[in-house]
């Protein structure tokens, strides 16, 4: 699958603009670790530019297991390269999937870093990614009232992949200003 036929795809099944931004910003930071981690940016990317393509399925939304498992399993008949769809499994820790390997560990960790760097962008008078700084998205990490959903759990398992936080969060930072265009920011 192309990134083309993978945003088409995406655009077909989920209505909320947010939650395509998300995707997108997902995408940006699995291309920036991958390049980081010598692996193929292509693959990573499509990992997180497609792991949420359940979300809005009505069988996710009244059972979480199921959030990623449904969206694999299609994505496998397709012929999506197992990595892929392991990737996309594991990045749900209710699917059943536990991150093994070093994409999946990324996916993991990724997923709620997005939401971080949004909300620590949002408070900004400019509202503009270009103008958060990387210690002020360290502060915010640490604030754990701020941005609650954003689970800072997942985000320090980047540990597990040998990368401390502050690295991943400076990685995931440039990856999303670098398409701060397309995220409206």
């Given at each position: ?39 193929d ?75 971080l ?7 900004l ?61």
């Amino acid at each position: 699958m192309t990134r083309e036929e993978a945003l088409e795809l995406i655009k077909e099944r989920i209505k909320n603009p947010n939650s395509i931004k998300h995707m997108l910003a997902t995408e940006a930071i699995m291309r920036a670790l991958a390049i980081n981690f010598e692996e193929d940016p292509e693959i990573w990317g499509l990992a997180g530019l497609l792991h949420d393509l359940d979300m809005e399925d009505e069988d996710c939304l009244t059972d979480p297991c199921q959030h990623g498992n449904k969206s694999a399993d299609e994505l496998d008949i397709l012929g999506i390269e197992k990595k892929i769809t392991d990737a996309i499994r594991a990045h749900n820790e209710k699917s059943g999937k536990v991150p093994e390997n070093l994409i999946e560990k990324c996916l993991y960790a990724t997923d709620p870093l997005t939401g971080l760097i949004v909300a620590s962008t949002l408070v900004l008078p400019s509202k503009k990614l270009a103008d958060l700084k990387l210690e002020s998205l360290m502060r915010r990490f640490k604030e754990s009232r701020f941005a609650m959903g954003a689970r800072r759990e997942a985000m320090i398992t980047c540990s597990s992949f040998n990368m401390d936080l502050e690295k991943f969060l400076d990685i995931g930072l440039k990856a999303m200003q670098e398409i701060a265009i397309d995220l409206g920011l």
